[in-house]
């Protein structure tokens, strides 16, 4: 199982793939340190080298790929979440 998040750093959103567990599950659950370690994967969305590390979505050409990005995380999020719909 996989659980999907977001959060911004100032205007610039983070995409994050956290695989869950059933250790790492009990191990939150139960406030100890799982043995195993998780490997979350992360996308941040970068313009290249010419652009400064603090341009967001004050730039059009960074807010377009940005948008890119969520489109494909949203899926990939609703696909999962679908599961447990009732």
């Given at each position: 199982?996989?659980?999907?998040?977001?959060?911004?750093?100032?205007?610039?959103?983070?995409?994050?793939?956290?695989?869950?567990?059933?250790?790492?599950?009990?191990?939150?659950?139960?406030?100890?340190?799982?043995?195993?370690?998780?490997?979350?994967?992360r996308?941040?969305?970068?313009?290249?080298?010419?652009?400064?590390?603090s341009?967001?979505?004050?730039?059009?050409?960074?807010?377009?790929?940005?948008?890119?990005?969520?489109?494909?995380?949203?899926d990939?999020?609703?696909?999962?979440?679908?599961?447990?719909?009732?």
């Amino acid at each position: 199982m996989h659980h999907y998040g977001w959060h911004a750093t100032n205007t610039r959103p983070i995409f994050y793939l956290v695989p869950v567990t059933e250790a790492l599950s009990v191990a939150v659950a139960t406030g100890q340190c799982p043995e195993a370690r998780t490997t979350v994967v992360r996308c941040v969305t970068l313009l290249g080298h010419n652009h400064r590390i603090s341009q967001g979505m004050e730039t059009p050409e960074y807010r377009r790929v940005a948008f890119q990005r969520f489109l494909a995380f949203k899926d990939l999020a609703k696909e999962y979440w679908q599961t447990f719909i009732v």
